[in-house]
């Protein structure tokens, strides 16, 4: 069936999808960030293939994410794919794709892939560590802006709305002290400025607390962990029928190791080991799609794995929903009353 398709020429309207026809009302709307490249790509390609979704392609580079959506059509002419700009370390931007993408729509599933790694220090246009931001803490807004819309497709079809979050093996070097939640989560990831609730965590996203890109990298990813299970806590009731999954897309030779020469070195070393990067957005999609997957469950690939202690710790879980909370409410991006614990 044919859906709708990206404007052959997409550079006459580089911030805008062109939508031809009219959606199948069978078509469910899934997002993907970080969508221009590597699993990201991948996986819109795979959920193209699948048929049945309207794939909405978010991307920083709007320019590469037309190409990418292109690149795919050309492949599935019959998909149903569209871009639009989204900078994850720009919360103004974050809101505006929310509102001007998304607007009302229903939507099936997230998946937050974008991510960076080992960047050096930066912070962003809202003050806070680059890593954590973009790995983190824009996820946990986009999602809470796009709540209504993802509740809006559960009660629309009766099926869970997903939130994916491309986490990685590296949450399981994440630095926490041994007080677990009442000490300290993840030492690299967060703001060191903001210290919240009874267990008194904080992070340091300073370079003079110790601040260091691994760890940064590790930290964000535990962050992923942790959010996708209290997520559903929160979220998956049937008064939501929102729930989270965590996945390790595998060890896959991207455009992720630009930063850093050795990881690229070694990914030269062990290229025939490593996941495609086919299979790996095979793995992510399939996340957001397959009834089968488990509600705030870890998926190393297509198999459901303990996450490491801390990424369990309902605690840390907890601990860490109410920081995020603190930090997007506090710093007036999160309007709304809300409860912080
Ligand atoms: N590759 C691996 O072995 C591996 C292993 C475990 C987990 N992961 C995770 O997989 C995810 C995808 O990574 P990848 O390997 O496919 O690397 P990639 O090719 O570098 O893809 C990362 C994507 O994130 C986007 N991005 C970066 N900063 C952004 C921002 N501020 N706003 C919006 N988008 C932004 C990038 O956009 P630009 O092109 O504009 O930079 C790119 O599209 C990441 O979350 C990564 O942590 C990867």
């Not at 392609?57 to 569209?82: F, K, S, W, Y």
């Not at 050096?120 to 996820?139: C, I, K, M, S, W």
């Not at 609730?197 to 590790?218: D, H, N």
């Not at 469950?297 to 920081?323: C, F, H, I, N």
Request: aromatic content about 6%; proline content about 4%.
């Amino acid at each position: 069936m044919r859906l709708a398709r990206l404007s052959p020429l997409p550079l006459v309207l580089p911030l805008l999808c062109v939508v031809a026809g009219v959606a199948s009302t069978a078509s469910k709307l899934i997002i993907v960030t970080g969508a221009n490249s590597g699993i990201g790509k991948e996986c819109c390609r795979h959920l193209a293939a699948l048929g049945g979704y309207r794939v909405m392609m978010a991307c920083r580079n709007v320019t590469a994410g037309h190409e990418a959506a292109n690149d795919i059509l050309r492949q599935h002419p019959d998909a149903c794919v569209e871009c639009h700009p989204l900078d994850l370390a720009s919360f103004s931007s974050v809101r505006s794709f929310a509102k001007s993408a998304v607007g009302g729509r229903a939507v099936s599933a997230v998946i937050h892939n974008a991510g960076v790694m080992a960047v050096p220090y930066r912070t962003t246009v809202d003050g806070h560590e680059l890593t954590f931001q973009v790995n983190h803490l824009a996820q946990f807004f986009l999602t809470e802006l796009l709540l209504p819309n993802l509740r809006r497709a559960y009660r629309d079809t009766g099926e869970l709305s997903r939130v994916v979050i491309v986490a990685s093996g590296a949450h399981r070097w994440a630095s926490t002290n041994n007080q677990g939640a009442a000490g300290g989560l993840a030492r690299g990831a967060g703001a060191a400025q903001h210290e919240v609730g009874a267990g008194g965590i904080s992070y340091a996203t300073e370079m003079s607390r110790g601040w260091g890109k691994w760890q940064a990298y590790a930290g964000s990813k535990l962050c992923n962990v942790l959010y996708a299970a209290e997520l559903t806590r929160r979220y998956g009731g049937e008064d939501s029928g929102v729930v989270g999954v965590a996945v390790r897309p595998g060890t896959v030779r991207t455009a992720i190791a630009r930063h850093s020469p050795l990881l690229r070195f070694i990914f030269t070393l062990v290229q025939p080991f490593l996941t495609s990067v086919e299979k790996a957005g095979e793995v992510v999609s399939n996340a957001a799609v397959d009834p089968y997957v488990a509600a705030g469950a870890y998926y190393d690939k297509d198999v459901r794995t303990p996450a490491s202690a801390a990424g369990q710790d309902m605690e840390l879980q907890a601990a860490l929903w109410a920081v995020t909370m603190n930090i997007l409410v506090s710093g007036g991006d999160l309007q709304r009353a809300v409860d912080l614990g």
